[in-house]
């Protein structure tokens, strides 16, 4: 179990080490300091959760010393959104929503962090608006952050129609993607991943075949490809009915 206890926390001393534009470090020293009097000190040694993806509980934990991994499980696969430094705040989604964690949070070496409640966060925020601004616009950059490393589609394909699907996505250089594919039930489908400049995306020369990045193709219940771009640009993704079959599909990329 984390260490916990009370403390009162010399601001003046932490305010420089915590990182700048850090929900913290934006606080005047004295709101920031009267934010800590509310805090419970918990520590943790490397690997320890702070919070747990799922989980029904609504305080705030603000980092003081030590950084943390931001976490969430795709098809069975964790993968890395963030890292949260010394005066970032971690939880307050819950805080403010009431709902279930979205994301597991892992100390990444000893870790302190102040946990404050529900109710004396949300009592924080209405004396200082200044303060549930800015908390704001971090909530809100982290979800636009969010929301371009992972997107999910569901659509269907017609073996006999339309049965092909290409979505467009673009990666930086050495940038890891991570897609899944559930065809339609009682169907099998390939997933491919083509590299940019690609033109089509059917038939069997060997220049077209030349463009393709990663394939799977195992008639399994899910296609999995995870693959590193070599290149910066737009890649193509390529969902495709292989035999005679319709229904719906759920594609779902990560980029981290």
């Known amino acids: 179990m984390p260490w916990r206890c009370i403390v009162d926390f010399d601001v003046a001393r932490l305010a420089p080490t915590w990182a700048p534009g850090s929900f913290l470090a934006s606080l005047p020293q004295s709101q920031a300091a009267e934010l800590l009097r509310?805090?419970?000190?918990?520590?943790?040694?490397a690997g320890r959760a702070l919070l747990r993806e799922g989980g029904t509980d609504?305080?705030?934990?603000?980092?003081?010393h030590g950084f943390v991994k931001v976490t969430v499980v795709v098809d069975g696969m964790e993968l890395l959104m963030a890292i949260r430094m010394p005066g970032d705040i971690v939880g307050e989604l819950a805080a403010v929503t009431g709902r279930p964690r979205m994301a597991t949070v892992t100390a990444c070496g000893r870790v302190t962090a102040g946990v404050i409640s529900r109710h004396s966060f949300q009592r924080f925020l209405h004396r200082y608006p200044e303060?549930?601004?800015h908390m704001a616009a971090t909530m809100g950059e982290r979800l636009r952050w969010a929301n371009q490393r992972r997107?999910?589609?569901?659509?269907?394909?017609?073996?006999?129609?339309?049965?092909v699907d290409v979505y467009?996505?673009?990666?930086?250089?050495?940038?890891?993607?991570?897609?899944?594919?559930?065809?339609?039930?009682?169907?099998?489908?390939?997933?491919v991943l083509?590299?940019?400049g690609t033109r089509q995306v059917e038939g069997l020369s060997i220049a077209l075949l030349r463009k393709r990045a990663a394939m799977s193709a195992t008639r399994k219940?899910?296609?999995?490809?995870?693959?590193?771009?070599?290149t910066p640009g737009w890649y193509y993704v390529e969902a495709k009915l292989v035999q005679p079959?319709?229904?719906?599909?759920?594609?779902?990329?990560?980029?981290?």
Request: hydrophobic share 40%.
């Open 131 to 133: 303060a549930a601004v």
């Open 194 to 196: 083509w590299k940019p």
């Open 221 to 230: 219940a899910k296609e999995r490809i995870a693959y590193r771009a070599k």
């Open 151 to 163: 997107a999910e589609f569901t659509a269907t394909l017609d073996f006999w129609d339309d049965h």
């Open 245 to 256: 079959g319709d229904g719906a599909y759920r594609l779902a990329f990560v980029k981290r």
């Open 58 to 64: 609504t305080h705030v934990e603000l980092l003081i």
């Open 168 to 191: 467009k996505v673009f990666l930086r250089k050495r940038q890891r993607i991570t897609i899944t594919l559930e065809p339609p039930r009682r169907t099998d489908a390939d997933l």
């Open 38 to 45: 509310d805090c419970v000190a918990r520590r943790f040694e």
